[in-house]
């Protein structure tokens, strides 16, 4: 590999997975490493496979359905980590191990209760132990940002000559600013003696805002590999945005001396994806992805587009995925025709059956909105993959009384563990009313936390998308619907939110309890 590429390692469905209420499951997983794998990034980390036998099998079902991008597993510096982590990644067209321990005093002293070199030691282990799985091991200290410059160089040194051939250095709580530490990465490069034989990676966390600024700061000085995720999706503030990244590099050639491989094109539907499997919406301001991230307001920036794109836009909306919706199927499109758009967009059926519900789900939808966009197709299969998980709550019917001067009204049934039962309740809207119905039926004892809506296209005739977070003793959870009529939509994510608070997913966070 030239010394001028830059990996592009995306960590989405682990460290994005982390978010709050951001769980996804195998087949949503499978979707999304598809889509990155289709957008040529190098190295997709695709979860932590000994968190629970769910994390297991995402990875595994990954790495068989990868074989362009390397597939990579998280593993603390545990032989059980390990080995789970090589177990998962058997089979993959290019596997990685990525192993971490904390380096930092607070870190060690306050949450392993190990000394300095007991970590020293364990760090090799691990990496000497990830090497009997695969040839590509990547070793973290985790809170490099807050280590002591001198013990990481040597915990570096030793890695390497164990066998890792990246080292990562994460500003796990964001705290460092962009020069600093660009000038720790500056410095780990020139101190580590055996430097010369690792990628150096970064791998930067949002508290502060400035989790690309330092990345990019890390790239200046000599980093190779940067860590990040679709939409800076991530544990707590997030991490370093792909797109920000990526764009930033593209954009100002004439400053970093580093490329990616990554077709820019694929960004903003991938971005889509994401938040829609997600349930995490894009703000409108978002750099890149966001709905008016090439929306000119004012009178003077439109005259000056118009009369010269680059007056005020410093890249292309179509270099990054922007396009015109486009109309790609109708009322009277085939299945053919839909199996054949949906392997376009990266999704394919497991089985005749799969294709069969989905175009059934199609016609229904194409008999209310006439024109179909990609939007709408890959809504339809996140809806489809969300029923498949919503087994206790199903909808059955809906109907809502809304008129002027009169209290809304809904009266609903649901399925139950194949039961049905019904309410109907009154509320301050609409989707007021709908919710407390549920409630009505299911009494979950969860807390609202949010609720929003935003159209998947445009038009009065487009399906609306909603979220709903809620939260039950801390667990929090997001769940999503959609459809063209947004209280039914609202009815649905209430439903998936429900489903998913029932049934927690039990896994263990890998930065969190003893090693
Ligand atoms: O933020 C962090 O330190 C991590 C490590 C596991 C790399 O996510
Ligand atoms: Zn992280």
């Known amino acids: 590999m030239s010394s001028d590429r830059l990996i592009i390692f995306d960590t989405t469905l682990r460290d994005g997975e982390q978010s709050p209420g951001a769980s996804m499951n195998k087949d949503e997983k499978v979707r999304i490493a598809r889509s990155l794998e289709r957008m040529k990034v190098d190295v997709i980390e695709a979860g932590f496979p000994v968190a629970s036998p769910g994390d297991f099998e995402s990875v595994q079902a990954v790495a068989q359905a990868v074989s362009e991008s390397t597939v990579c597993g998280l593993a603390r510096a545990l032989d059980l980590d390990i080995d789970r982590a ?3 990644l058997k089979g993959a067209a290019s596997a990685r191990i990525h192993t971490f321990i904390a380096t930092s005093p607070i870190h060690m002293k306050m949450k392993l209760r190990m000394e300095p070199d ?3 030691e364990q760090a090799v282990r691990a990496v000497a132990r990830a090497r009997k799985y695969t040839d590509d091991v990547e070793f973290s200290p985790e809170d490099a940002g807050r280590s002591e410059l001198d013990f990481l160089c040597q915990v570096l040194e030793a890695v390497i000559d164990a066998g890792a051939t990246t080292v990562n250095i994460p500003d796990t709580v964001g705290y460092n600013l962009p020069h600093q530490f660009g000038e720790l990465m500056r410095q780990l490069i020139e101190r580590v ?3 010369d034989k690792a990628v150096f990676s970064v791998h930067c966390h949002n508290d502060l805002g400035l989790a690309v600024a330092n990345s990019l700061s890390a790239v200046l000085n000599g980093a190779r590999q940067v860590e990040c995720t679709i939409n800076g999706l991530g544990e707590r503030a ?4 792909l797109e920000e990244v990526v764009m930033s590099v593209r954009t100002r050639r004439d400053i970093f001396s580093c490329e990616t491989r990554l077709d820019t094109t694929q960004i903003v539907p991938v971005s889509r994806l994401v938040a829609g499997i997600t349930g995490f919406p894009v703000q409108p301001n978002k750099a890149i992805v966001g709905a008016n991230a090439f929306a000119h ?3 003077i920036h439109q005259d000056g587009v118009l009369k ?9 909306a179509q270099d990054v995925g922007w396009s015109d919706n486009r109309i790609v199927l109708g009322k009277h499109s085939g299945r053919n025709a839909l199996r054949s758009r949906l392997e376009e967009l990266g999704i394919s059926f497991e089985s005749e059956e799969a294709l069969n519900e989905a175009f059934s789900r199609f016609k229904i939808l194409a008999d209310k909105k006439h024109e179909i966009f990609d939007e709408d197709l890959q809504a339809l299969v996140t809806e489809a993959s969300l029923d498949a998980v919503n087994e206790q709550f199903k909808l059955v019917s809906l109907k809502v009384c809304s008129e002027t001067g009169e209290t809304p009204n809904a009266a ?5 563990d194949g039961v049905e039962h019904s309410a109907s309740a009154q509320g301050s809207g609409p989707v007021d009313a709908a919710f407390k119905a549920i409630e009505a039926i299911v009494d979950s004892g969860t807390g609202l936390q949010l609720y929003s809506v935003s159209n998947i296209t445009s038009g009065t005739d487009a399906q609306g998308e909603v979220t709903v977070r809620l939260e039950k003793a801390g667990h929090i959870v997001n769940g999503q619907g959609a459809d063209t009529d947004i209280v039914i939509a609202s ?3 209430y439903l998936n939110a429900l489903n998913k608070i029932i049934r927690p997913d039990g896994r263990a966070h890998p930065q969190l309890g003893d090693v």
């Open 308 to 316: 010269s794109r680059e007056t005020y836009e410093i890249m292309r």
């Open 193 to 195: 003696p055996n430097a």
């Open 412 to 416: 609903i049934t649901l399925n139950i």
């Open 491 to 493: 009815a649905r994510a």
């Open 238 to 241: 997030g991490n370093a945005s």
């Open 86 to 88: 090589g177990e998962a």
């Open 297 to 299: 307001e004012s009178g």
């Open 118 to 120: 007991q970590v020293l």
